[in-house]
C-alpha cells in the first residue's frame, strides 16, 4: 500500500513540474510575438487492481502540452492584416501625391492662370516687347511645372520599383523559414510519437502571419500538418518543405516598371499578372501604382498634350512682328507603344494623335488574336482585373482609331498572342517645353486684315475677321473685294474656284449653303449678320448696304498693334478642348486634384475601418491564444499547491513505510 501511495504521489508532483513549468513558460513569453498559451493535458493514470477492494488509483499523469488557439481565428486575422497592410501602404504613397497636387502654391493652377494673364497682356499691348517676353516666360515656368511634376511621379515610380524588389526579397525569405519549419514539425513530431513541438508551430504560425502583411495568401493544411502556402492564382510558394522563389523582373510590357515573377523549375522567372497580387505591403504598393499613380501621370499629360495642341493651332493661324506665319509655341508628346519584350511576330505598333480633345486617362493593352486561322486586334483598357478584361474595341486590321489615337502598323508581321502596351499621354507631361525664345515670334496678329471702301454709302460693316487652319494652305496673297449688287441682293467678287459657306445670323445654315465651287464673277446671296467661311477666312457683315458698297480683306501688312490672334489665345482658358468637349485645363486639373484627393479619403476611411476591424479580431484570437498574467498567476499558485500537496503524500508513504519497518523488526 504504501509503495502504491508513494508512486502516486510521484505522480503528481511530476505532473505538478510539468503545469508549473508550462505556466512558468507562458509568463516567459507572454510579450512573444505569435505565441500561443500552453496548458499541460492531465488525466488520470491507469488503477492497480485489488483483489480485496477492486482497482485503485495510479495517480495522474501528463497526456500532452496543447497550446491553444483557432486555425479559423488565425486565418480571420492574417486576412484582415493582409488588407489593412494592404490600405495603409496605398495610402502612405497617395498622401505623398495628394500633397503634391493639392498644394495651391505649387501646383499647376496658379501657373495656367499666370500664363493667360500673361496672354491678355500682349492681347491689350501687342507692340510691347516686355509683355511679350513676359508670355514666354510664364509658359516656360509652366512647362517646367509640367516637367517637374512629372519628375516627382517619375520618382514615385522608381520608388515603388525599389519597394516591390525589397518585399519579394522578404517574402523569399518567408517562404524559404516556412518550408524548413515544415521539415522541422514532421521530424519532431515523428520523433516523439506524435506529440507537437508547440513552439515551432507558433514560430510557423508567426511567419505566416508576416507573410500575409507582404501579400495575400491562402493557407492549405496538410494530412501531416504541413503548411502548403499559395499566392495570386493560385501560384505555390510553399509545398511542404518545398519553397519556391520569387523574382523582381523588369515588365515584358513596360520596361521601366519592376513586376513580380515567379521562377520555375526550370529556373525560367514567369510574370505573374499584378492584378491576381493583392493585400499586403506588395499589393498596395502595386495596386496604387496601376490605378492611381498612372492614371495621375496620365490626366497630367494630356493636360500638357491638350495645352499644347490647343495653343500651337492658335499660334499658327496668327502673325508675329515680322508679318510671319506664327509657328509652334510648345513641344508636343507623341503616344507611346512599347512592344513586349516576349512577342514573337515582328510587327511594329506606331501612334500619333487623331483628336487630342477625345483623349482619356487610360493605357491600352492591343492583343493580337486568332479565330479560324483569322489574325484580328483587341483593345483591351488596363489597368485588367484578376479574371481579365473584356475589350473596348476589336479591329480586323491596322490603322485603327480609338479615344483621339491612330494606331498604324509600322513595319513586320503579327503573331497571335503578340501584345503592345499603348500609353497615349504618359509623356506628355514629360516633353513639354517653350520653342518660341524670340519676343517678336509671339503671334499676336491675325493675318489678314478687313475694311470697308471710304466710298460706301450703306450701314453695313464687315468684322475683323478670323481664319482657321484651311487658311494656311493658301493664305492670301492679294485683297478679295466683295461687292454688293442691290440688284439681286448678293455679294461677287468671291476667289474663283472658292466654296462659300454662309452661316445666319441665329446660327443656322444659309439654305443656299454651301456655293461654289464658284465660277469666275459668281454671286452668293446676302444676308445683315451672316457669316462668310471661304478659303480658311470667316468674315461677318451686318447692316443694310448700298449699291457698290465694297467690303475687303486683305493680308496684313500692318499688324504691329494687332492684337486680335493673342485675345482668341485668351480664349482658350475657358475653352472646354479636353475630355470630348466637356472640360477647360482648369476643369481637367481640378478633375485630377480632386480625384486623387476623393481616393486619399476612401483609403483614410476603408484603412481606420479595417485597422478597427484587425483590432477587433486580434482581441477575440488573443482571448483564446493569449497569455493572460492574472491567469497564469492563479495557475501557478494551483500547481505549487499541487506539488506541495503531492510532496506532503509521499512524506506521508514515507513515513508508514518507516513504520511498517519497526513493526517488523
Keep these: 500500500m504504501s509503495s502504491s501511495l508513494f508512486f502516486t504521489g510521484l505522480s503528481g508532483l511530476r505532473s505538478a513540474q510539468v503545469a508549473l513549468v508550462t505556466t512558468g513558460h507562458n509568463t516567459a513569453n507572454v510579450n512573444t510575438p505569435g505565441y500561443s498559451r500552453q496548458s499541460a493535458s492531465l488525466t488520470a493514470a491507469d488503477g492497480v487492481q485489488s483483489p480485496s477492494v477492486g482497482f485503485i488509483g495510479g495517480g495522474v499523469k501528463v497526456v500532452d502540452v496543447t497550446r491553444s ?369 524670340d519676343p517678336a515670334r509671339v503671334a499676336a496678329a491675325v493675318p489678314i486684315a478687313t475694311s470697308n471702301a471710304s466710298g460706301n454709302l450703306g450701314t453695313a460693316r464687315v468684322g475683323v475677321g478670323s481664319v482657321d487652319a484651311a487658311y494656311l494652305a493658301a493664305p492670301l496673297s492679294a485683297p478679295v473685294n466683295l461687292r454688293f449688287d442691290s440688284a439681286t441682293g448678293q455679294l461677287t467678287g468671291f476667289p474663283a474656284g472658292a466654296t462659300v459657306e454662309v452661316t445666319r445670323a441665329d446660327g443656322s445654315a444659309h439654305p443656299g449653303s454651301p456655293f461654289g465651287p464658284l465660277a469666275a464673277g459668281s454671286a452668293v446671296d446676302y444676308e445683315s449678320g451672316a457669316t462668310y467661311r471661304f478659303g480658311g477666312i470667316s468674315l461677318r457683315i451686318t447692316g443694310a448696304p448700298s449699291d457698290g458698297d465694297v467690303f475687303s480683306v486683305a493680308p496684313n501688312t500692318g499688324g504691329v498693334s494687332d492684337g486680335r490672334n493673342a485675345l482668341l489665345l485668351g480664349t482658350l482658358q475657358n475653352a472646354k478642348t479636353l475630355g470630348g468637349g466637356t472640360a477647360s485645363f482648369n476643369d481637367a486639373y481640378s478633375q485630377l486634384v480632386s480625384s486623387v484627393g476623393n481616393q486619399t479619403r476612401q483609403l483614410q476611411i476603408a484603412g481606420a475601418a479595417q485597422d478597427s476591424l484587425s483590432a477587433q479580431i486580434r482581441a477575440v484570437q488573443q482571448s483564446v491564444s493569449g497569455v493572460n498574467q492574472d491567469e497564469e498567476t492563479a495557475n501557478l499558485l494551483m500547481f505549487q499547491q499541487m506539488y506541495q500537496a503531492n510532496a506532503k503524500v509521499i512524506q506521508t508513504a514515507a513515513t508508514l513505510f518507516d513504520t511498517l519497518l519497526g513493526i517488523r523488526g
Excluded at 492681347?123 to 516637367?147: E, H, K, M, V, Y
Excluded at 522567372?269 to 502595386?286: I, K, M, N, P
Aim: proline fraction near 4%.
Design 69 to 437: 488557439q483557432d486555425a479559423y481565428l488565425n486565418a480571420q486575422l492574417n486576412q484582415a492584416q493582409s488588407l489593412s497592410q494592404s490600405l495603409n501602404t496605398s495610402l502612405n504613397q497617395i498622401s505623398q501625391l495628394d500633397n503634391l497636387l493639392a498644394n495651391p502654391q505649387n501646383g499647376l493652377g496658379p501657373r495656367l492662370q499666370t500664363l493667360f494673364t500673361q496672354v491678355q497682356a500682349v492681347a491689350n499691348t501687342p507692340a510691347d516687347p516686355a509683355a511679350r517676353q513676359q508670355l514666354i516666360s510664364s509658359g516656360q515656368a509652366l512647362a517646367s511645372q509640367f516637367r517637374s511634376m512629372d519628375e516627382y511621379l517619375t520618382g514615385l515610380g522608381t520608388g515603388i520599383n525599389a519597394q516591390v524588389s525589397g518585399v519579394v526579397d522578404q517574402v523569399n525569405a518567408y517562404a524559404a523559414q516556412i518550408a524548413s519549419l515544415n521539415q522541422q514539425v514532421t521530424m519532431l513530431g515523428s520523433a516523439n510519437g506524435g506529440q507537437a513541438p508547440n513552439d515551432l508551430l507558433d514560430q510557423r504560425d508567426q511567419l505566416v502571419s508576416e507573410l500575409g502583411k507582404l501579400v495575400a495568401t491562402r493557407l492549405v493544411v496538410q494530412d501531416a500538418g504541413q503548411y502548403n502556402v499559395f499566392i495570386g492564382n493560385g501560384q505555390s510558394l510553399v509545398l511542404g518543405n518545398k519553397a519556391s522563389q520569387l523574382a523582381a523582373v523588369p515588365s515584358g510590357a513596360d520596361p521601366s516598371r519592376t513586376s513580380v515573377a515567379l521562377v520555375n523549375a526550370a529556373g525560367l522567372a514567369v510574370e505573374v499578372q499584378e492584378g491576381t497580387l493583392s493585400g499586403g505591403t506588395l499589393g498596395g504598393l502595386l495596386s496604387f501604382r496601376s490605378q492611381t499613380l498612372a492614371p495621375a501621370q496620365n490626366a497630367l499629360g494630356r493636360l500638357a498634350i491638350g495645352l499644347a495642341q490647343a495653343f500651337n493651332e492658335q499660334q499658327r493661324l496668327g502673325q508675329d512682328l515680322t508679318g510671319a506665319a506664327g509657328t509652334d509655341f510648345f513641344t508636343q508628346a507623341e503616344p507611346q507603344v512599347l512592344s513586349h519584350a516576349r512577342n514573337a511576330g515582328t510587327l511594329q505598333v506606331g501612334a500619333s494623335f487623331s483628336d487630342t480633345g477625345a483623349l482619356g486617362t487610360s493605357d491600352f493593352k492591343l492583343q493580337v488574336r486568332e479565330s479560324a486561322g483569322v489574325l484580328s486586334y483587341a483593345l483591351i483598357r488596363l489597368p485588367e482585373s484578376a479574371q481579365g478584361s473584356a475589350p473596348v474595341a476589336t479591329f480586323a486590321s491596322l490603322p485603327a482609331d480609338f479615344e483621339g489615337v491612330r494606331l498604324s502598323a509600322v513595319s513586320g508581321t503579327p503573331a497571335a498572342g503578340d501584345s503592345f502596351l499603348i500609353q497615349p499621354t504618359r509623356q506628355g507631361a514629360r516633353d513639354l517645353q517653350v520653342l518660341v525664345t
